[in-house]
């Protein structure tokens, strides 16, 4: 499959989004005005490169879901975070709003508002987690061999800084995923093993899992 396809794929999405503040009745979002594609997959696989690429194609912007979350042991607020703050408001095509963590602080930094737009990407762990999840258009989930992962994460400029909260990160990732079956609920599974450069993306990746949607 190549950017190309999988970027026209996308415009044509319908209107999936449904409110999931009442987990025994959820009920279609009306007036959705923003679609939103949601990447995900554990550290090291490859999910901010992908959505520099898919971003390129569809002329949309990127939000990481890294700068919504709170400090290292707050991994599991994320996906609240980003549907209360993000999508539930472009949903219903309003602006999202979120506050910003600064990493290398230790602390919550501005603000950031996103107004409504057509096409939004959210890339990062967690980003298909449920509420989070239920509310995206579209799902992918990059999946690499753990060794893989861990050598990409070495590689990165930031892993001085990292290292030292790399098994704890790792560790609340596990245990998130381990309930959401993200990978098993993606419209999309990339397996980006060791053949894939890091920041060089071929046209052509290896899809495991594909479901058809749209015309």
Known sequence: M???????RIRTLDDRAVDLSDPASP????????RVVGIDGLSGSGKS??????????????LSVDDLVPGWDALARAPGLLADGVLRPLA??????????????????????????????????????PPAGGLLSYLIWLDAP????????????????????AEHWARQETALQATANTAGRADLVV???ENHADEDWPDQFIVRTHRPCGP
């Not at 490169?49 to 990127?62: H, I």
């Not at 501005?110 to 987690?129: K, T, Y």
């Not at 753990?146 to 909260?165: H, I, K, M, Q, V």
């Open 146 to 165: 753990a060794g893989e992962r861990r050598r990409r994460l070495e590689l990165r400029s930031d892993w001085p800084a990292y290292s030292p909260f």
């Open 191 to 193: 397996d980006n093993d």
């Open 49 to 62: 490169s992908f959505a520099r690429r898919l971003a390129a194609e569809l002329g949309a912007p990127v």
């Open 27 to 34: 009920r279609p979002l009306a007036g959705r005005r923003c």
């Open 92 to 129: 219903a095509g309003r602006p999202g709003r979120y506050r910003r963590y600064d990493w290398l602080a230790g602390r919550l930094s501005d603000w950031v508002d996103l107004p409504p737009g057509d096409l939004l990407i959210a890339e990062g762990c967690c980003a298909g987690v």
């Open 2 to 8: 190549m950017f190309k396809e999988l970027a026209a």
